[in-house]
């Protein structure tokens, strides 16, 4: 059980279109989702945490415009990068905890995004 | 969130067992210590957690002082894909939401000779 999907794995845009990512919670109701970022060689960085059917807490420099996040189910969270650049190149890591699972957080797998 | 201190950096045999140590010296009561390991171009992925005594699972082994300021998760035998970066985190489970957000650290990085 608490198993967490991304889609996609692996996404190439180009510069200042955006782009969204799935994480899906598959055998539990997810009421808590986060968004992580990790650039290479580094470790974890929350980015912000969302409540299902409500807004998303951001992490202090994080720009809510930018990264837009919709928690409408509890089972899927999504992430978008609006108008992205190169900088925003990065590993997307998303959890999901709920109260099933005494609210530990399960990671889904990453998504790589490469903004040309 | 209370630090942790971890090394950089451990070695270990394949079927040896390893003890990567953690310190917490400023965990608070309602800390629970927590241990996620991320594999190379993965999510991290749950090892163990605990309070106060020590905890065993399919995984792992945790052990925890009796002052709480240091643990060791102890991997009995060590196989080639426990090669990863390990993270001992604290978290305050009281009240709800936000509270359990993680905070990661560097991690230890775990290299397992064949």
């Known amino acids: 059980g608490a198993v967490v999907s991304q889609h996609p794995s692996r996404v190439i845009c180009k510069s200042g279109t955006s782009v969204k990512i799935e994480c899906r919670s598959l055998?539990?109701?997810?009421?808590?989702m986060f968004w992580y970022r990790q650039f290479p060689k580094k470790s974890l960085m929350l980015m912000a945490t969302?409540?299902?059917?409500?807004?998303?807490?951001?992490e202090q420099g994080v720009e809510k415009d930018k990264f837009l996040i919709n928690h409408a189910s509890l089972t899927l969270s999504t992430l978008t990068v609006t108008s992205a650049h190169p900088e925003d190149s990065s590993f997307y890591i998303c959890s999901a905890s709920g109260l099933a699972l005494n609210y530990e957080q399960y990671f889904g797998p990453g998504t790589r995004l490469t903004v040309t | 969130d209370a630090k942790t201190t971890q090394p950089n950096s451990m070695e270990s045999n394949e079927e040896e067992p390893v003890h990567l140590p953690c310190n917490h010296s400023t965990i608070s009561g309602t800390d629970y210590i927590h241990w996620y390991r991320q594999l190379p171009s993965q999510g991290p992925e749950y090892v163990i957690h605990?309070?106060?005594s020590n905890v065993n699972n399919r995984m792992a082994s945790l052990a925890i002082a009796e002052d709480r300021k240091s643990s060791t998760l102890i991997l009995h035998r060590a196989t080639l894909r426990d090669a990863a970066v390990y993270y001992c985190?604290?978290?305050?489970?009281?009240?709800?939401?936000?509270?359990?957000?993680?905070?990661f650290g560097k991690g230890t990085l775990l290299t397992v000779n064949p």
């Open positions: 055998d539990f109701q997810a009421t808590t």
């Open positions: 969302s409540n299902e059917g409500s807004k998303a807490t951001y």
């Open positions: 605990g309070l106060t």
């Open positions: 985190i604290l978290r305050d489970v009281t009240g709800g939401g936000s509270n359990y957000k993680l905070t």
